[in-house]
Structures are given as structure tokens and as C-alpha cells.
């Protein structure tokens, strides 16, 4: 082989060690479970108009979320629904001496034969 040759075998051989090197695979997927425990108690819920019902939707009602160290209204709003699925909104519960948010969810529908 030539010395041109050996320097390109060379060089391919250093960009394949120097890419192994720095390569990091992907992070895997995981669900983030925030919890929030508060010391006071959540304000009263706003009143909220709920609107006229929207077919393959269901209406999520406005809550207190805790943000910024300080509860925030987050008003209501259209979800897709889920067939065999049931929405449940969030709710703050008593938890130690505070309160702690559970965070809304879908659950499965006992009552869903497919």
C-alpha cells in the first residue's frame, strides 16, 4: 500500500475511535412524578361556565396548582376523550400537616367491554 493509503486508513480509523468515543445513547423514556406537598390549604375553586358538551371531548374543570410559591388557577379546558377511559380531574388532599395535589389522570373504565 501506498503511504497516501495508509494515512487515509489511518484517519478513518481515528474518526471511528474519536465517534465511539464521544457517542452516548439515548436516554430512555420514563414518567416524570412530581409531588407537591403544601403547608395551607388550596383556595376555593372559581366559579367556571361550563360549555355546551363537544362531541369526542371531555371537559376538564379548572384547579389551584402550586407555582412560584403560590397557588395559581389553572382554567378549564377540552380533553380528547379515550375510549375505556374515565378522566379524573386533580384534587388536593390532606397530607401530614399540609396538603399534597393529586395530579389528573386517565383510569381505566371497569365498565369498557371492547
Known amino acids: 500500500m501506498t503511504t497516501l493509503t495508509h494515512k487515509l486508513v489511518a484517519l478513518a480509523a481515528l474518526g471511528l475511535v474519536a ?3 464521544t457517542y452516548t445513547p439515548p ?9 407537591v406537598t403544601v403547608g395551607t390549604r388550596p383556595p376555593p375553586p372559581r366559579f367556571e361556565r361550563v360549555p355546551p358538551p363537544r362531541s369526542g371531548y371531555v371537559w376538564a374543570p379548572g384547579y389551584w ?17 379515550r375510549p375505556g377511559y374515565v378522566y379524573r380531574p386533580p384534587v388536593w388532599r390532606p397530607y401530614g400537616r399540609g396538603y399534597r395535589i393529586e395530579r389528573e389522570t386517565w383510569v381505566r373504565d371497569p365498565r369498557w367491554h371492547r
Open 19 to 21: 465517534g465511539a468515543a
Open 27 to 35: 436516554a430512555a423514556a420514563r414518567e416524570v412524578v412530581e409531588v
Open 65 to 81: 396548582n402550586w407555582y412560584g410559591g403560590r397557588y395559581v388557577w389553572v382554567g378549564g379546558r377540552w380533553n380528547n376523550y
